[in-house]
């Protein structure tokens, strides 16, 4: 099924509001993998992603690995 | 959380790379995982590492490269990764396929359109449920992120296949009964 990827957005964040779904710091941290079952390749994509973006003076994604 | 504007550039990208491999192969690559939950999620989470499915890694390289993204490369060694200069904190990953060992339907894909032009394709929202619960299943105690990224699916998803659900999470090895489905009313 094709459909706008910005209407989609948009229809998708009023749906969170209208449905009370909090994205408080608790609930987003709750939906982030933990890492415990990362292969080691993952981690190390996640440790270079991490280091490519300090090196560029970015803010890294929050990720655990 | 909404996306930050360099996702949504990133994505774009990512969607000239998708629409450049099906263009030569005749079938799209499918994003899966935790991007893909984030996506339509509408970044209820971030998740910065892409993975993807595609069968021709040759064809998929030279997509990625007519969009602007560069290998991944450790002391030499080509790991299938890459990632797109302009936007260095993400990363993509090419992993084995096929698509949840090929028991989804593929005519339930989702194909998010950007600007009108080119597209991603992600998995169904039930595809995506069952696969965060069967993930949840092997999950370590003490992490429940994927229960509650099915649970946040389910929210977005507004109404969903039961019988595709059901069939879907048996064969993810996940349990239906950690889904609250009152959000679906």
């Known amino acids: 099924m094709r459909f706008d990827f910005y209407a989609f957005i948009t229809e998708a964040e009023q749906r969170k509001r209208e449905l009370g779904l909090s994205e408080d710091a608790a609930t987003v941290e709750a939906l982030r993998n933990k890492g415990g079952t990362r292969t080691p390749r993952k981690r190390a994509m996640l440790q270079r992603m991490d280091q490519r973006a300090r090196k560029a003076g970015r803010k890294p994604i929050p990720a655990h690995f | 959380m909404a996306f930050p504007t360099d996702y949504v550039a990133l994505l ?109 394709t992600l998995p169904a929202f039930e595809d995506l449920i069952a696969d965060r619960l069967g993930q949840h299943a092997v999950a370590g105690s003490g992490d429940d992120s994927r229960m509650h990224q099915a649970q946040m699916l389910l929210a977005m998803a507004k109404s969903v296949d039961m019988d595709y659900l059901q069939r879907r999470v048996n064969e993810e090895g996940g349990d239906l009964g950690l889904l609250d489905f009152s959000v679906l009313q």
């Open chain 2, 12 to 120: 774009e990208k990512l969607a000239v790379a998708f629409t450049r491999y099906e263009v030569e192969t005749g079938i799209s690559p499918m994003l899966v995982g935790g991007a893909a939950t984030a996506i339509l999620t509408a970044g209820a989470f971030m998740s910065g590492d892409f993975d993807i499915i595609a069968g021709n890694d040759a064809a998929f390289a030279r997509a990625m490269a007519t969009a602007g993204f560069k290998i991944d490369e450790r002391e030499g060694k080509l790991l299938g990764g890459f990632y797109h200069p302009d936007f260095p904190e993400y990363g993509v990953e090419l992993v084995s396929g096929p698509a949840f060992d090929g028991r989804s339907d593929w005519t339930r894909v989702l194909k998010p359109v950007f600007r009108g032009e080119n597209s991603l």
